[in-house]
């Protein structure tokens, strides 16, 4: 069983600067891409960034320049530094992940975290 937990959201004023991490735990052959997608309220879930196993990085151009991701392969952890944080950066922010969890599986799968919501607000 393959389990994503994020941690890290919270409320924080505009301009200011939030850190998102999400570790994956489980039944953990091969971790391929993970990323970071978010949600606002009546909006569809969009990508916001995302990484491969050998640290090439896309970024959404909304957050581009402000947003940082990272893993670090060794934990199965996925992190997102976030800086100039503005209003329209709130919403639910979901880990993701393409994992194989053994080799039975034969093919990666698409694993989601249960989100952690981000409110940029003064």
């Known amino acids: 069983q393959v389990q994503l937990v994020e941690s890290g959201g919270g409320l924080v004023q505009p301009g200011g600067s939030l850190r998102l991490s999400c570790s994956a735990s489980g039944s953990l052959l091969s971790i391929a891409g993970m990323g970071w997608y978010r949600q606002a309220p009546g909006k569809q879930r969009e990508l916001v960034a995302r990484i491969t196993r050998s640290d090439n990085t896309n970024y959404a151009d909304s957050v581009k320049g402000r947003f940082t991701i990272s893993r670090d392969n060794t934990r199965n952890t996925v992190t997102l530094q976030m800086n100039s944080l503005k209003p329209e950066d709130t919403a639910v922010y979901y880990c993701?992940?393409?994992?194989?969890?053994?080799?039975?599986?034969?093919?990666?799968?698409?694993?989601w975290g249960q989100g952690t919501q981000v409110s940029v607000s003064s």
């Open positions: 993701n992940a393409q994992i194989m969890p053994s080799p039975l599986a034969g093919t990666y799968n698409d694993y």
